[in-house]
């Protein structure tokens, strides 16, 4: 049996290098955006029929080092749509947005869910929320998805990316996945997922000093 298309989506940025005295997205980042650009395509018609929204979700991924927000037509949301729309073509039958105010895995899912980027829509396992990120991230990241939007597993679906991630942290994806777990035990509010983020924050900060080398890391 055929999975379900998802025509509404949140591709996960993947950090921000710096680029001639300002930033461009990672190898990843792109990766990401074309992907989702290659998912829209290959469902096309899909899209067509159901028009949905694709929200590039991504700030900045310095919070663990401290950094300041870039500007925000550097920020990774924004120029992820900027490729996007490079890419996808108009009549694809998709909105493209971009949510900038996000500096980490929760807040991008945080951020996009308040910000009611799909606002009025009612997932399902005929009409599910897609994520869109490398395979390892992406169990992170469905884990927030669905504890912010309350979805069951069967009103999400994982658009896995191909292609090395990016991830210069000391933790790997599974050790985060297991912090991010424990850390937010219990909380169900966003308000008590931000306190514990900024637990785990600060614990990524000392974790990530000795890997620091003046690039931005992820969260």
């Given amino acids: 049996m055929a999975e379900t298309v998802a025509t509404d989506l949140i591709v996960f940025g993947r950090g921000l290098e710096p680029a001639d005295g ?3 997205l990672t190898k990843a980042g792109r990766l990401r955006v074309e992907t989702a650009v290659a998912y829209m395509r290959a469902h096309a018609q899909v899209f067509r029929q159901r028009r ?6 991504g700030g900045w991924a310095g919070t663990a080092e401290g ?8 920020r990774e949301g924004a120029l992820m749509l900027r490729l996007a729309r490079s890419l996808a073509e ?5 909105d493209l947005l971009a949510e900038t105010a996000s500096d980490s ?4 899912v945080l951020q996009v869910h308040e910000l009611g980027f799909f ?26 998805t669905r504890k912010v939007f309350g979805l069951p597993r069967t009103h999400v679906r994982l658009i896995p990316v191909s292609g090395d991630d990016y991830c210069v942290h000391g933790l790997s994806e599974r050790w985060s996945l297991t912090v991010s ?19 785990m924050t600060a614990a990524a900060r000392w974790i990530r000093a000795p890997y620091a080398a003046g690039r931005h890391t992820v969260v």
């Fill in 22 to 24: 300002s930033f461009r």
């Fill in 52 to 57: 949905g929204k694709v929200v590039f979700s």
């Fill in 67 to 74: 950094m300041p927000p870039p500007p925000v037509a550097f």
């Fill in 90 to 94: 108009p009549e694809e039958g998709v």
């Fill in 105 to 108: 895995t929760l807040e991008n």
């Fill in 119 to 144: 606002g009025g829509v009612e997932f399902s396992p005929e009409r599910p929320l897609g994520l869109v990120a490398h395979e390892g991230h992406l169990q992170r990241a469905e884990y927030f």
């Fill in 181 to 199: 777990r424990i850390a937010a035990l219990g909380a169900r509010t966003p308000s008590s997922l931000r306190a514990r983020h900024r637990l």
